[in-house]
């Protein structure tokens, strides 16, 4: 029997870009990833003469975090300056404001004690020179 536990994790992703006339272009990212899976971990030390190093309680299989969906759009304008490009960017990142946890306290002390979530929706504003 192996010592190893068998998980499964998968992401799809489709994306496109569009040239339009005059040098504007337009762009979309959409990302569909599964959820990690997890078990509460027994710390090395906890269970003394028992656990030489740390220990899932429970098969990998029975918890599963959150699915994301990402979607993200760009708009860019590119302008012709001598024999240099100028590119002017417009990115809007999760555009659908997931808001899934990304990590987690797996100890037993504070075992599900969100530690991070995905980033808001957030926009940027950028400059690429081609030279």
């Known amino acids: 029997m192996p010592n190893r536990q068998r998980t499964t ?16 272009g337009a762009a979309v990212d959409f ?6 899976p997890y078990s509460r971990i027994i ?9 030489p190093a ?12 959150d699915n994301v ?3 993200n759009f760009r708009v860019d304008k590119t302008f012709a300056i001598s024999r240099t490009k100028l590119t002017l960017m417009f ?10 946890i990304t990590n987690f306290n797996l100890l037993n ?7 991070a979530v995905l980033d808001p929706r957030v926009a940027q504003i950028g400059l690429r020179l081609t030279f």
């Open 9 to 24: 994790t998968y992401h799809l992703q489709a994306l496109g870009r569009y040239q339009f006339a005059h040098e504007i």
């Open 31 to 36: 990302r569909y990833q599964s959820g990690f």
């Open 43 to 51: 710390p090395d030390g906890e269970l003394p003469n028992l656990s």
């Open 54 to 65: 740390p220990f899932f309680v429970e098969n990998l299989d029975r918890h599963r975090s």
């Open 69 to 71: 969906a990402l979607l």
């Open 91 to 100: 990115d809007v990142d999760n555009v659908l404001n997931a808001n899934p």
């Open 109 to 115: 002390d504070d075992f599900g004690r969100v530690i």
